[in-house]
Each structure stands twice: as structure tokens, then as C-alpha cells.
Nanobody, 123 residues
Framework: QVQLVESGGGSVQAGGSLRLSCAAS????????IGWFRQDPGKEREVVAF????????YLADSVKGRFTISQDNAKNTVYLEMNSLKPEDTSMYYC????????????????WGQGTQVTVSS
């Protein structure tokens, strides 16, 4: 069992930055993938970024490429989502998730979820 706790959300103006953290309750050496997703009310949850824990490869959605980065601090069992040049359309509830098998674009395929952290970007 892996418990995930997100933090770092908040309100910023457009062009600002935030860093989201996803801390695992136990070493997440078992999950092969840590993902960040976001979801607006009434909309489908969408992929933002993946971190492949075994290879340290990363994936970023086109909508955030060049502005967001995903990284891991293995010693702290934490994955970070660094968000720069934020836009109002980045406003959403952000969730981190862990998947035992390889990463998937299908959010329902992930095994463990955090509670979410709200990001609000004002224009």
C-alpha cells in the first residue's frame, strides 16, 4: 500500500510559479510510475506529467511542455512538479498518483491517489 500526500498548491498571478510535492508514505520503489493529473469540475481527469521511477525518464503533456518539469528526490520519497509561467488555464485541482506497472495515459489505470491540491492562476 502506498499513501500519497500532495502539497504546494495555492493562488498565483499569471506568469508566476508553484512547486507541487507528492510525498509517499513508504518508499515507492515498487510503483514504476508517478503521475500528476489535473481535473476541472465536470471534465475528465487529464495527464500533466509522468515520472518513470526506474529509468528517471519523464513525460510532459504538450500543454505544459517548456513550462513544467517533473523530478524526484529519492531520499525524500517525493516527486515534484515545478510549474513556471503559469496561465489561467492551468487553474485546476492537481492530483498525484502511483502505478505499479508502467505509466498509462488512462487515469483509471493508476493504483494509488493523493487527495489533491488546488492551483488557481489569476489573470
Amino acid at each position: 500500500q502506498v499513501q500519497l500526500v500532495e502539497s504546494g498548491g495555492g493562488s498565483v498571478q499569471a506568469g508566476g510559479s508553484l512547486r507541487l510535492s507528492c510525498a509517499a508514505s513508504d518508499h515507492y520503489g515498487s510503483p514504476n510510475c508517478i503521475g500528476w493529473f489535473r481535473q476541472d469540475p465536470g471534465k475528465e481527469r487529464e495527464v500533466v506529467a509522468f515520472f518513470y521511477t526506474k529509468s528517471s525518464n519523464t513525460y510532459l503533456a504538450d500543454s505544459v511542455k517548456g513550462r513544467f518539469t517533473i523530478s524526484q528526490d529519492n531520499a525524500k520519497n517525493t516527486v515534484y512538479l515545478e510549474m513556471n509561467s503559469l496561465k489561467p488555464e492551468d487553474t485546476s485541482m492537481y492530483y498525484c498518483a502511483a502505478k505499479i506497472a508502467t505509466c498509462s495515459m488512462k487515469w483509471r489505470a493508476f493504483d494509488y491517489w493523493g487527495q489533491g491540491t488546488q492551483v488557481t492562476v489569476s489573470s
